[in-house]
């Protein structure tokens, strides 16, 4: 969702199969997670709470969701570009429910607090294209290193998460132009907490970057 | 680096640069970092998040399956 080519396949897509971002999403927020997401987990009790994260730059937003007992490994996800949203903390809270202690952010804190874009945000309206795009053109490898640190750092302060080697935190990484910086920017002294975020994919020069 | 990695591809985005996988099994192969690394068929850019206008919920599940053995097999 992040480029011009990536929508006008959307858009095929979309005549193709006549569904609508709005249509899907009233159906699975109605029916319901369990309806929708069909691999089955042993799903856990779990704990959420939003909470605020201070970082080198200001005060990041974000949705923190746990099992209830026990310590488990932090997991850390960076969103796409249409931010923080309910979808992102259902598939968290799944995650959590699965044992792992999750943080997902606001990774535009800096503009504003979530929900960054509007519910059912369509990338084919021209403005709300330019807005996104604008918004993630403000991220770049610096701010992801800082942002990194103290994403990293809340989490290993919290009860909740294990910070056992073999526990260390991971990242998913939903979208490339919003989320793929941290993976480009890793200092080595990073990495050996962050062993998913230790390689990244350049798509300017079409390396693969380890450190 | 001690990473592993699962890298889910869109078709779509395969197709504009069929080359990056190769290179992407090739350097982590190098590397000896474990990576598995698939295009998943039919999917479109963006495929994973629920409220995805291309949201595709088979492709989805089975890549969220492919993310918990990935995590349940990095960090035993």
């Known amino acids: 969702m992040c ?3 990536s929508f ?3 858009l095929e897509y979309q005549l193709r199969t006549g569904v609508s971002r709005r249509q899907f999403g009233a159906l699975s927020f109605g029916l319901g997670l369990t309806s929708v997401l069909s691999v089955v987990d042993a799903a856990v009790e779990t704990v959420g709470a939003e909470v605020e994260i201070k970082t080198g730059d200001g005060t990041a937003d974000a949705y923190f969701v746990h099992p209830s007992k026990g310590k488990h490994a932090g997991v850390l996800i960076w969103p796409d570009i249409f931010g923080l949203r309910p979808a992102f903390k259902q598939m968290a809270t799944r995650l959590a429910e699965s044992g ?3 943080l997902v952010v606001n990774q535009f804190y800096r503009i504003k607090k979530a929900p960054t874009s509007e519910e059912h945000a369509d990338f ?3 403005e709300t294209r330019k807005v996104l795009s604008g918004m993630s053109a403000t991220l770049n490898p610096d701010t992801a290193m800082v942002d990194a640190k103290a994403f990293i750092a809340f989490l290993d302060h919290q009860p909740s998460v294990d910070k056992k080697r073999k526990s260390a935190p991971l990242v998913i990484v939903w979208a490339v132009r919003s989320s793929c910086v941290p993976l480009l920017s890793c200092q080595s002294a990073l990495v050996q907490r962050l062993p998913f975020m230790a390689a990244g994919w350049s798509p300017t020069n079409q390396k693969v970057l380890i450190f | 680096m001690k990473a592993q990695l699962l890298i889910a591809i869109a078709e779509n985005d395969d197709q504009k640069q069929p080359e990056a996988k190769n290179v992407l099994r090739e350097s982590f192969t190098n ?3 474990p990576a598995e690394i698939e295009v998943y068929a ?5 495929w994973c998040p629920l409220d ?3 949201y595709n919920a088979e492709q989805a599940e089975k890549a ?4 918990l053995a990935l995590f349940a097999r990095a960090l035993a």
């Open chain 2, 31 to 33: 590397a000896n970092i």
């Open chain 1, 3 to 5: 480029d011009n080519d």
């Open chain 1, 124 to 126: 084919s309206d021209p």
């Open chain 1, 100 to 102: 792992y202690s999750v």
């Open chain 2, 52 to 54: 995805a206008k291309v």
């Open chain 2, 42 to 46: 039919g999917t479109l850019h963006g």
């Open chain 1, 8 to 10: 006008d396949d959307m």
């Open chain 2, 64 to 67: 969220w399956g492919r993310m």
